[in-house]
T-cell receptor, first 112, second 116 residues
């Protein structure tokens, strides 16, 4: 079945550091890929998405590129802020389906 | 637009008691989902509705969990009787299909259940 694997957290960075959170997937067909973010005490929010190979999703300074050859969708940000502290979930939907499959989440802590 | 509304936000019950969670999706969203998020894990789909019909309930523990979506709008998720392992956040989401056919889910803030 479909699955998503994320790097384990927590990831602790200093403000303005470079961020990478790794995500790889296994899926039948050609999935759409997503990053969701969950701030403390809040629900999941869509951060960015990509629907086909080589697409780059971006939002709020975060980027992720859909790499079909490596089945990856790594999340990056050039300069993190304390306000980016949250749990980040990589997820996929296969083909025309409606079922979103999540990774286990990676907690990011950004310190001054 | 208004988001996905859920209530209650927090609930504490004893094991073997019952509990119900309510969800009001974004207006016009035909698809509604209930996810279970156990601490330290990613959300797991419990049930998916398309209008008022069930599309996928393969991971719903039907001996104790039930859900309905009358009139294709609001939905209720019930647990009876609750077990300790049901302690989790119950997330409701709704969706409309975006550009390029990508299905984007919008989540509510969740209902946190603690079973003692």
């Amino acid at each position: 079945g479909d699955s998503v694997t994320q790097m384990e957290g927590p990831v602790t960075l200093s403000e303005e550091a470079f961020l990478t959170i790794n995500c790889t997937y296994t899926a039948t067909g050609y999935p759409s890929l997503f990053w969701y973010v969950q701030y403390p005490g809040e629900g999941l929010q869509l951060l960015l998405k990509a629907t086909k190979a080589d697409d780059k999703g971006s939002n709020k300074g975060f980027e992720a590129t859909y790499r079909k050859e490596t089945t990856s969708f790594h999340l990056e940000k050039g300069s993190v802020q304390v306000s980016d502290s949250a749990v980040y979930f990589c997820a996929l939907i296969t083909g025309g389906g409606n079922k979103l499959t999540f990774g286990t989440g990676t907690q990011l802590k950004v310190e001054l | 637009e208004a988001g996905v509304a859920q209530s209650p936000r927090y609930k504490i019950i004893e094991k073997r008691q019952s509990v119900a969670f309510w969800c009001n999706p974004i207006s016009g969203h035909a698809t509604l989902y209930w996810y279970q998020q156990i601490l330290g894990q990613g959300p797991k789909l419990l049930i998916q509705f398309q209008n008022n019909g069930v599309v996928d309930d393969s991971q719903l523990p039907k001996d104790r969990f039930s859900a309905e979506r009358l009139k294709g709008v609001d939905s209720t998720l019930k647990i009876q009787p609750a077990k300790l392992e049901d302690s989790a956040v119950y997330l409701c989401a709704s969706s409309s299909r975006g550009i390029n056919g990508a299905n984007v889910l919008t989540f509510g803030a969740g209902s946190r259940l603690t079973v003692l």
